[in-house]
């Protein structure tokens, strides 16, 4: 089969045909409908620091997907052939204490599909039978394929009230976007958006947001207060991992109020703890990946309803032979969701 | 002034001048802009069982209702004259142990504006400073007389979680209807509302029920299973208060599920526990009132935002002297918020 | 092997020599240490009609016990052989939506030990591997038997607030009495036990009980009022499964409390909703089984911990081939929990 | 009367006579029957950079107190001259958002007895009747005056689950102390504290902990890990503000944690927000304050079953006149409560 195949550990990857995967007692083989690049995967692709430390070649990557079950493990039973699925991609082991009490998506023991096993930019990719999700058929490929980003902008928002509340989202790349469609969907009072791109803040406006921000004409924190009263948002949803975006973000945050951290920073960052947290009473809730299903469930049914959008942010389509091109588009800044057809 | 005044203890009432009330050192008096007729108002006015043990003639009755500030007791300071205001009609005593932990809405002691004290149906109205909530001047004098019944909706709504469920709102009466406009706008992925009378059901549909269902007509607990994959409601509102609607709520209800219960039978009500609530494993909310003040907040955020628009419950309105032909209206049952203006 | 088996269907069993259960791929054997009798236990011996629609005999029955891996099937890696377990005895299919939202204690297709599939009277029990939890070598067999119904108390004592707060337990057989036991150790700040065995009392007394309360001869809802100034309790957990206790269990629950209903009511019991639940602004759980995971840990917690002493509940030991003996002493009322060894 | 005055803007203060506080229509008068010293009075009296910015002498100060109520203002009527009582010492606006909807320990307006206004290092101190909460009279007045800083511990050590889960408590001052026999008594399975001084772990020793840690000694982290197999702290409570004590109390977190946060660092502390919230699925919670009046009520329930005793906290006692032997007494280290008797 054709696959994007990660061939040495240097910047760089390769079309190339590859076998197709093995499938073990309890794994279905996905026939890939369409998959969609993730920052990760340019992580990959150029190999930077986090790549050299995780990754090792020759490596399938690509981990958003959608696609239909074509071939059963002998002990798979619980999914059938036929069935239009996404995959979560995080392969967890089920025993550990935080898979034991709801909280699989921080396992202790966990492999990632397209990083630490083989991936989505291939025509076909095996999957343990209890990592997909059934989507409705009526859920466009190119929607289906992006639950993985949009599982974390369910999860981030959800991790505490919404409803008549006002929502802070900082960053608007693809899963800030998402985060600003399901906060309208669930009752936000007011959702606003901030940036440094224009394209961006374009974009989320086209998702909801009653008020972009461009945090290189004003200072974010003044602009989130004077739509609030004065008082600051009620919840922030941290998605751009930047420091100066996170301190930004605490100090936009209404007293009493709750910021849920997505965003990765990659070095640390210097908190003011006694006036942005502790004399706030504030709540900070960590988020890591999505929870394994509710997420899901919530992701699926805010879909079905119509209650949120998602084909606005697919911006760009290829055929999986092109994908160079679509991580070029990325890296301008100049795209959003770019999906690719094997 | 102009008041209605339940004169003697028997049903009917008068309209008839009265003083205007006396403003105690910590009250406001409210000039009535508009009120609205309650369920409670026409037990009142047709003195029946409960009225006979809880109300004592002479008294003006009514307790929806906003207006403005026109008159503030000597120590009354928090809320400015010619403030817009609607008004929480619970008095709490403000130091007992629900008032001193978060729970004032189920205040051990409890007197009612309307009930226990002079109400709305009258041209001026002396509460405490405390009662009154400051509405927005865009918010329309007949909506903002309604956020005594509203707000019953969004405390039972809001009770639990609502995102991405599917709910049924069992009576679809004006209670029930904001309940199902509450339920869309914070994402339900599906709102079923459920009445004996088309004329209600049919407004259901106009405030944003997805489904409704008639249960002279089929049965509520299997229209409501068909429509949810045979799984029942993940949320049930019930807002009848029949004991029949009241055992289809609980039958309707999903392994897991929350039900809320607001409609107030008149007598006990035989339920099958080990089926409807233990071995679901169900959480049941009893609710009474509203959340003072986080309800109130909430409601002003949701009307502010446009996610609820509640015009539609307001199919009649008349001078305040001819509110026997409101009440007349609701008897008939061919309406649903009759709104009085003093 | 020698096992207790429910040979017909008509009341009665017999001690007998049947085959060692076969181990599929992903089960475990375990040698039993210890097992004990359950009520359900009791129904099956007398064949009520609950076992009559249930039971398909021969069934080697009981589901409370501990013991030793001594097989593991060729696909079960989770858990060495020599691990010292206890059982949860709910199958559950792992792939429903309770299962699959931190729920498979309400699993939608559930399967029980004992009752669906051979149980624990008997020298070896197999059971799927998922379904084991590894117990601390320091607690001995006799409280490792009894994790089912520990569980349940601290599943229901557990399903909300307690520090701080009055507990009733209504009902004080052998979940009551650990019931009793996990509110104290959980910082409630005063316990009451309701029953009406002098028997059951005083082991409830034995337990933690600061005070118990014999129903035949003072009025349990006063006296839970009495005991907490007139308010009644914060918690009141119901255990006893009679309709009258459940009404009491409503009418001794304090405004804004919450209830917890373990106890199986085989009737319908009318409750006057409008005073207990819905003006009372109370919060009922329904409760079944044991959270899985989150329970077990929670229990082996409370007892490694030594905050929690089960040694008192077990009042009698027999060899497994005198279990009718056992019976007769539970039938009588004369003992709590009767440990039977292999 | 005496009391211990802030006279000027300088470090010190003295004992001298001053008037008895006026009361107004809605105080009580109180008779201190026993004062405490907090961290807080040593930085006034030292003239700290935050007592420069905040204090105005002359000033009463002191803020830790019981005492009885002598005089009521003319509107003063909820609670009897004759009671015993403790009194809260923030003075909250009653009309903001977060008094208004049961966060009114983070009011948006709030003043501080012996901060703000005169304290309790006095025979008398004139306080809001709504700021009292009358205490038991089988306290004792050492502990009835030490309400605030035990609140500070119940408040942080019950802003999450506690029950069966092992706890780490960072700095053992008087609080730190408050806070290991709070957990104990809620049900915790280990307890660890964590200081640098002996004689601190040696009283949270006698309070209670499992284990205490000199973090002079022995690495925190890795010590707490090695207590909790590997895995860290389901809880941490920070209680030493300082910036060492704050990244090591993340990093002994567990997994899907909670970590509360009430020492307040005096400067940015940088925090890897990846590894320690984030990738954790951390929850941290923001301290400040008590809830009013939630953890009085869980306060008093503590102390009044005996589940937690602060008498070995009260370590020293003097005449107030003799304040200033025990403020050295505090800044060498060799005291945890210091009492006044008036």
């Not at 406006?205 to 945090?215: E, K, Q």
């Amino acid at each position: 089969m054709t696959a994007v195949v990660k061939t040495a550990p240097a910047p760089g990857s390769e079309v190339r045909e590859v076998p197709v995967p093995e499938v073990g007692p309890r794994d279905v083989l996905v026939k890939v409908k369409a998959a969609s690049i993730c920052g990760t995967d340019l992580h990959i692709q150029d190999w930077d620091k986090w790549a050299q430390g995780r990754i090792h070649p020759p490596l399938v990557f690509g981990h958003e997907f959608c696609g239909e079950i074509v071939e059963r493990g002998a002990a798979a039973t619980t999914v059938p052939v036929g069935a239009f699925v996404s995959v979560e991609g995080h392969l967890v082991d089920g025993t550990c204490y935080q898979c034991r009490t709801g909280n699989a998506h921080i396992c202790e023991n966990v492999a990632i599909v397209g990083v630490d096993r083989p991936g989505c930019f291939a025509e076909y990719v095996a999957v343990p039978e209890g990592n997909v999700y059934a989507m409705d058929k009526g859920i466009p490929p190119e929607v289906a394929a992006i639950q993985d980003p949009f599982g974390n902008a369910v999860h981030t928002t959800l991790s505490g009230e919404v409803a008549g509340l006002a929502v802070a989202v900082v960053g608007s790349g693809p899963i800030g976007c998402c985060a600003v469609a399901v906060a309208q969907a669930v009752g936000a009072r007011r959702v606003m958006a901030i940036d440094i791109r224009p394209y961006r803040l374009e974009l989320a406006r086209r998702m909801g947001a009653d008020r972009v921000i461009d945090s290189t004409k004003e200072d974010p924190v003044e602009a989130v207060k004077a739509d609030t009263d004065g008082e600051g948002a009620d919840v922030v949803l941290e998605m751009s991992g930047h420091p100066d975006g996170v301190k930004q973000a605490f100090k936009m945050l209404r007293r009493g109020g709750r910021i849920s951290l997505l965003g990765i920073p990659s070095q640390a960052v210097a908190l003011d703890l006694a006036e942005d947290i502790i004399f706030k009473g504030a709540t900070v809730h960590g988020i890591n990946g999505r929870r394994m299903w509710r997420t899901w469930y919530q992701a699926q049914a805010l879909l079905r309803s119509g209650k949120v959008d998602l084909r606005p942010l697919v911006t760009h389509t290829f055929p999986l032979a092109k994908i160079h091109e679509g991580m070029a588009l990325l890296k301008q800044g100049e795209a959003a969701k770019v999906i690719l057809y094997p």
